[in-house]
């Protein structure tokens, strides 16, 4: 395992925003996270792994250890007929997995095509698109526990998952480092479909008989029109989580705004799509400096090249005042300030 010091992570993450840590590692085993640990250089510096830096903004220098998980490999272990095991390392691309589960024929992330980041990531922010989030699929993981120094299989259940979220944002913060992720994945598709876009686009591809590939297809050219490809405009994807309200609140809003885009909960509330809020206060396309608001999708914030940290927070905290004080919702930060 090499220690480099002092390094930028500016190519190590999506937003592409300048920053420095003071140590930077690439770990490739287990052996070599366990390694890191017992660093004497690095003992009582804090650790932060990374996968794609793909959900993170830096704010300021990191005064630690960052290091990016690129443990390969991928496995397949049968269920039964319907299921196979499907088993990514840490530091698989996450659409290099997908796209490997498509093609050998294994249902169920299709629909999560071209979200960046890594398999390890993935069920941090339990990432979701087109109406399937990665939590329907995932079977269990394995993780480094630092408080143990044990590896440990982690089920479905224990994981809390929710939208855009999981424990690993709240009580077992900073405990796991994910080393693999098991998936639970079909041999008969299931098929979702229903997310509008999805049906629009496979019916202007003039696909007839539906398949995994052509539902990976359909997601990669939607996903490609309306979200910057971080390698020529710097990004996190949604910036904001989309809100929810509760019924009067939303009663009230569609009274005023017969437009707004809103989906039913089971439990009566509303979830609201954040980039019809932000773009109705007037932001979609706006640019200060460097740092904007996208053209085509103003739930993504973008650095135009060097935008700083401080610069993006500023912009989101201006659109979190905006919104709130035009429709009396209260924005969430989906992206992970460091
Ligand atoms: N909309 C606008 N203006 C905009 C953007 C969106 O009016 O500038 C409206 C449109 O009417 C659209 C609706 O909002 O129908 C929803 O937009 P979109 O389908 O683009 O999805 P989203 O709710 O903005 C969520 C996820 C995305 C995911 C898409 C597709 C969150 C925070 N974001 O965005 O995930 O790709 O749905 O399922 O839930 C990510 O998390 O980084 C991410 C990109």
């Given at each position: ?15 592409g ?62 269920l039964d ?62 993780a ?6 044990e ?79 971080p ?29 707004i ?78």
């Amino acid at each position: 395992m090499h220690l480099l010091e002092n390094i930028s992570i500016k190519p190590y993450t999506t937003f592409g925003i300048e920053a420095k840590a003071r140590y930077f590692a690439e770990i490739t085993s287990v052996d070599q996270l366990k390694e890191i640990f017992h660093e004497p250089r690095v003992a009582g510096l804090s650790f932060l792994p990374i996968g794609g830096g793909s959900n993170m903004l830096f704010a300021s220098d990191y005064d630690g250890v960052i290091f990016r998980m690129g443990i390969k490999g991928i496995s397949v272990a049968a269920l039964d007929e319907n299921y196979s095991l499907v088993t990514g390392n840490a530091g698989e691309v996450w659409d290099v997995f997908v796209d490997w589960c498509v093609s050998h024929g294994y249902a169920g992330v299709e629909n999560l095509s071209l979200i960046p980041g890594t398999v390890g990531s993935c069920p941090i922010q339990n990432i979701g698109a087109y109406g399937v989030e990665v939590s329907d699929a995932i079977e269990y993981l394995t993780a480094y526990d630092k408080e143990t120094g044990e590896i440990v299989t982690l089920q479905n259940t224990t994981c809390k998952f929710g939208y855009r979220d999981s424990i690993f944002k709240h009580e077992a913060k900073g405990r796991y480092i994910i080393l693999s992720v098991t998936f639970r994945l079909a041999h008969h598709p299931t098929f979702h479909t229903k997310y509008g876009a999805i049906t629009a686009e496979l019916e202007a591809m003039g696909i007839t008989t539906l398949s995994i590939e052509a539902i990976r297809k359909a997601v990669i050219a939607i996903r490609s029109r309306k979200i910057p490809d971080p390698f020529i405009i710097g990004n996190a994807g949604s910036f904001f989580k989309n809100p929810t309200i509760n019924t009067d609140h939303y009663n009230r809003l569609k009274a005023e705004y017969p437009t707004i885009v809103a989906f039913p909960l089971p439990d009566g509330s509303f979830k609201l799509a954040a980039g019809w809020l932000i773009e109705k206060c007037g932001w979609k396309g706006y640019r200060k400096g460097d740092a904007g608001v996208h053209a085509y999708q103003a739930l993504v914030l973008v650095n135009y090249g060097t935008a700083t940290g401080h610069e993006i927070i500023s912009l989101a905290d201006d659109i979190m005042l905006s919104v709130y004080n035009t429709f009396g919702v209260h924005l969430d930060m989906e992206v992970n300030v460091i």
